[in-house]
């Protein structure tokens, strides 16, 4: 099958909601054809597509697409996941754990493209939300541990400030593959992308406390502003809106 068709094929799978197929035939090229082949058709594929796979994650299982989905690839899917009204995050998580922390993977390159993309911080902060409390701690103390949190909410200047550069735990005590190795990394490999995703999830419980959705939020007269905390200025690739999402 040459690429065209296999491109059509997987979005035909994809739209028909037979994500397990779509992920098989895609395997089976870079079996047939190797690993390079099947990042050319990843690159033709739309971040909707890609996500429709990705998000699938099974750790019982490798899947050739996460091992092989390039960073910039993977930012555009992840920014766009939210359309999927995941209120459990589990989907998420899952994905972005299996893909960063994947044997070969640098996780600072696959942060840094998911930081530079519109809508980035929302999806990072998003990630942390059934941890908001203790990233919060962690922000203040450099520990996860809420017993040693004051309460006080540290302010942006201070969190830049060089008291806050200095790590109180090192990498391998919480190296989980999981939420605190990536709050860690964004701490003290990327201290700008850790501090405005941590605005964006301040934000977010706010909205939260008010009672409120993402999308009332930003049109709550300007009281929680998610986009206003986002320091993403690139946009996903455009969907055609001629053709079926599988979101």
Not at 34 to 49: C, F, I, N, R, T
Not at 182 to 191: D, G, Q, T
Not at 199 to 221: F, M, N, P, Q, S
């Amino acid at each position: 099958m040459n690429q065209i068709a296999l491109i059509e094929k997987t979005r035909s799978l994809i739209a028909a909601g037979d994500i397990s197929g779509a992920e098989a035939a895609l395997a089976d090229l870079a079996d047939t054809e190797g690993d390079g082949a099947l990042m050319v058709v990843l690159e033709q594929l739309q971040p909707k597509d890609i996500l429709a796979v990705i998000r699938e994650y099974d750790n019982s299982k490798d899947s050739v697409i996460n091992l092989l989905v390039t960073p910039a690839q993977f930012a555009r899917a992840v920014v766009i996941e939210k359309q999927y009204k995941d209120l459990t995050r589990t989907h998420l998580r899952g994905m972005m754990n299996a893909v960063i922390f994947r044997e070969d993977a640098d996780p600072i390159e696959f942060l840094t493209a998911i930081g530079d993309l519109e809508g980035g911080s929302e999806a990072l902060a998003d990630y942390f939300s059934e941890k908001w409390s203790r990233v919060e701690a962690f922000a203040r103390t450099g520990l996860f541990d809420t017993v040693e949190d004051d309460g006080e909410i540290v302010s942006e200047a201070t969190l830049r400030g060089a008291t806050y550069a200095r790590a109180r735990i090192e990498r391998d005590e919480v190296a989980d593959q999981d939420w605190m190795e990536l709050a860690w990394i964004l701490r003290y490999e990327l201290p700008d992308l850790f501090i405005e995703m941590l605005l964006v999830l301040r934000a977010k419980a706010r909205a939260h406390d008010l009672g409120l959705d993402d999308e009332e939020a930003e049109e709550d007269d300007g009281k929680v502003d998610l986009a206003d905390t986002d320091r993403g200025r690139a946009t996903p690739v455009a969907q055609d809106p001629d053709e079926e999402s599988a979101i």
